[in-house]
């Protein structure tokens, strides 16, 4: 007897002999399966060290009949079952009506069938159990397998299922306040989906009602021979034999009843065909001539079919015009329509598409009625079969069948033979098919230009059971997969009613997460995004480089109703605002600024094992982005500050990046990051503390490609092997780049304007005021007016100027600070010039506003000047910065050694000046009787303006007049 079966057999008389088993969370199957297997040995007595150790050396029989074997085997067999068993806990009885109740399970996901048998009150098995993995699995409890009660459903026990399960088999223990009168269905659920791998629903003779029963299947073989196994779904067979990588072939005998029920399972496309038969037996050459087979699939609504073909020739089905049919067709199209199934007697019993894998169970006779299309199969014989996968060709017109086309590929891979005795016992099926592409859903593009239309219908193939009874339809699609590029704009029409409110989140269930105590990240939509056919809402979503790769596109009020939507990189000028290509066209640079933080991008032109971008006018004294390939193929993106030209000089820094990807096709190596404007540093002693970017001045951007780089002892092996000549000036605000130049001529000009406004002109024209009073007339007047006009026009023209040039005016430098403020109080001095006081007469009291207004008038004058000179230095420091020429250096010399003379020449005139005071207050001069008008000249600043007033007034008071004599 097959060991595997007796080990079943075994296992549910040694479950009843010890009443209930102790909790075996952790036992592995394997155990279960050595236990059961030495307790079947022993009770045939079957010689067991023979089986474990193959041996013929005396020392095997001289064990095997030493007695004190008999006392290892026990120990071994006593740790074996206490292993699996940790926690024996108390025995359980069998007072419920479910106990002994058997099933199969219904595969809903991740391709789960196996056996269930219930062992008492407290216990379960399960055997033949295949499942693929999933996050967080769980046992659970509901009262009906419907969306509603599944979602409110509660975890039986502690058992859980996180691996991925070959044909094995296990005893589960429910809770100890757990019952089976409170479960009436039994469902394999994973939490973080909310997903139902596979369940069973309970019924007895007692329990059984007409909303929940499934009745038994006609199908099934094992019922007829007396078994009380209940389902909905068979996907269980005795035996099952490996035809390919992705496809085999499951079959049950019933000799009794003349059929066999076969299931043909493979991890195909959905348009795809699943051909099975026998070929005849004579054919030795071509074993696809006459052979009968069996053809299965889905249509495009989805739905299963088996038809009954047979093979006259090696081609694709093909009608004459007199009628007749040659190649690989259905036997009806030979003999014409069939209502009573003489000629197309392979029976559909039953089908399903789950991850990507399609299964059908068809049954045919072993012995058929049709003579002339179908082979008889011999229960005993070994006959040869054929198989094949490939495409369908969908029905038209005249030929109303889905038709095989050519299966193409490699032999033993989409078709093949083998001889089969169908009565032998065959299970090589380790394990559920896993399937690589396991999306069935349509797949909708879209475009910037289209809107998508989003309604609602009922759920047909809805990808995550268990779901509502309506779901959300995208241009007529049930929940397809939507994929968008970043930084293209999705329109979505939602006209699904005013109890849809559309959403985009990273919640796979959706139906707002809060809710559920669990946090989500809204992209768009919300309680806003409702409409109908008649007024729908238009929903505009642009992705950009920081949305992930996976989103899910729900209903706000409803859990489930949506699907994902798959977020891809359509091209990185779609993700970014603005793009250069930088020196020697190798590298192309990508930026979007925001308020705080710029984005980057960087691709190469060609193949390269690392690319790297710096800051900097050249590799010394740069900060480097490098993004690179280490030998697993991972890829990384790292930071440095060079000073120098060695693999020394390369020191690793912590800029604190964000957003990082990295990608690499084809050798062709594109990275990403986001970083702040200004570093936040914790110690301003880093290096990358100066790593600072304005996005108002032109940011060098130099690159460098190489084979190998590490991330732990750079070498010169790791040294470039291509670089870029020269720095590009990126000009982040404009989005365009400018190569490596001298001083551009306007912005010389501006710097010459600038210089002879606030060095020249404006200077002497304070200086005429100051120091040219004692000139008679008003000349010292129309010098200083004239030179402060002229100055002040020049300054505005070379404002003008600069802006200009620089396509804005941005006042984040230093340089435009201290601009725009001398600007502002030269501006308000001919204003204030416009308002001033009357002059007093001679002899009038100098008033308070003009007092004031003097006094405002000068400080606001001397205030503008000292401004204005920080503005040039500020200046000339923009420059050497932005440009780097050494010229610039000779330039600030220059400025400096100017306003020293400037100094020197204000220094003379103010020993002048407190020269012409003394001589006034003395009497030296200004000796005309009478001349008593106020000198403008004296300084309103000056301590001695009081002195020098009551020494005029005393002087007034001691003049006499007296009438000449004639006589």
Known sequence: MNLRLAFAIESARFASSFGAFPSPTHCRSDHFFLLFSISYLIKRRIPILPLVIRSGSDLTSFMYHNKRLVVVLGFLFNSLFHFCH????????????????????????????????????????????????????????????DFGNLTDGFIISDHKLNETYKNTSFVVRLYKNMTWDRIRVLSVWDLPTASDFGHIILANESALSPGLAPSPSDNDTTLEEGKNLTFTAPTMFDNCKVLSKNYRIR??????????????????????????????????????????????????????????????????????????????????????????GLVNN??????????????????????????????????????????????????????????????????????????????????DCLGPLDAEDKEDQDLIIADANVPLVVTTGPAMHYPNPPNPSKVLYINKKEAPVLRVERGVPVKLSVQAGHDVALYITSDLIGGNATLRNKTETIYAGGPEAEGVLASPMELVWQPDRNTPDQVYYQSLYQQKMGWRVQVVDGGLSDMYNNSVVLDDQQVTFFWTLAKDSISIAARGEKKSGYIAIGFGSGMVNSYAYVGWVDESSKGHVNTYWIDGKDAFSVHPTN??????????????????????????????????????????????????????????????????????NRPVRVLLMRGSAEAEQDLRPVLAVHGFMMFLAWGILLPGGILAARYLKHVKGDGWYQIHVYLQYSGLAIVLLGLLFA????????????????????????????????????????????????????????IIGRCAIIVGVAALFSGLKHLRDRYGSEDLHGYNGALIVWFLILLLIVMYLEYQEKQRRRDRIFGRSNWVLGNLEEEDSVDLLSPTRAAQKDVQQSGRMEVQLEPLNRS
């Open 86 to 145: 940790a926690d024996p806990g108390q025995p359980c009885s069998k007072t419920s009506s479910y106990v002994g109740f058997q099933s199969q399970f219904t595969m809903v996901q991740h391709q789960l069938r196996g056996a269930f048998t219930i062992i008492d009150d407290c216990s379960f098995s399960v055997s033949q159990f295949d499942m693929l993995s999933g996050s967080d699995v769980h046992w659970l409890g509901a009262l009906a397998p």
């Open 803 to 858: 802006v200009a040039e620089l396509r804005g005016l941005y006042v984040s430098s230093l340089h435009v600070k201290f601009g725009l403020t001398a600007i502002f109080l030269a501006c308000g001095q001919p204003v204030n010039a416009f308002m001033r006081p009357k002059k007093p007469v001679n002899g009038e009291e100098v008033s308070s506003k003009r007092l004031i207004w003097e006094y405002f008038h000068i």
């Open 251 to 340: 079959w049950s005998l019933s000799i009794k009843n003349n059929f066999i029920d076969i299931g043909l399972e493979a991890a195909t496309g959905i348009q795809n065909y699943m051909a099975f038969g026998w070929a005849q037996l004579d054919s030795d050459a071509d074993l696809m001539q006459e052979a009968d087979v069996a053809v299965a699939g889905f249509t495009e609504e989805g739905k299963p079919f088996a038809d009954d073909f047979f093979i006259t020739k090696y081609s694709e089905c093909t009608i004459n015009k007199d009628g007749s049919a040659f190649g690989v067709c259905p036997d009806t199209i030979y003999e014409g329509s069939d209502p009573v």
């Open 346 to 427: 392979t029976k559909l019993i039953y089908g399903h598409r789950r991850d990507g894998v399609s299964f059908v169970r068809y049954r045919r006779p072993l012995v058929s009625v049709d003579k002339k299309y179908d082979l008889p199969v011999s229960h005993t014989a070994n006959m040869t079969v054929i198989w094949a996968l490939g495409l369908m060709r969908p029905p038209d017109t005249i030929r109303p069948y889905y038709l095989p086309q050519y299966h193409g590929g490699p032999k033993m891979v989409t078709y093949g033979h083998l001889v089969l005795n169908v009565s032998e016992q065959v299970n």
């Open 655 to 724: 800029e604190n990046l964000t957003d990082i990807r990295f990608k690499s096709e084809n050798g062709i190596i594109t990275f990403e990051f986001t970083r702040p404007f200004k570093p936040t540093c914790s110690h301003n002693d880093q290096p990358e503390c100066k790593n600072i970017i304005d996005p108002t001045s032109p940011l060098k951007v130099i690159w460098a490609m190489g084979t190998k780089w590490s991330d732990k002892h750079l070498s010169e092996k790791n040294m470039h092997s291509v670089t870029s």
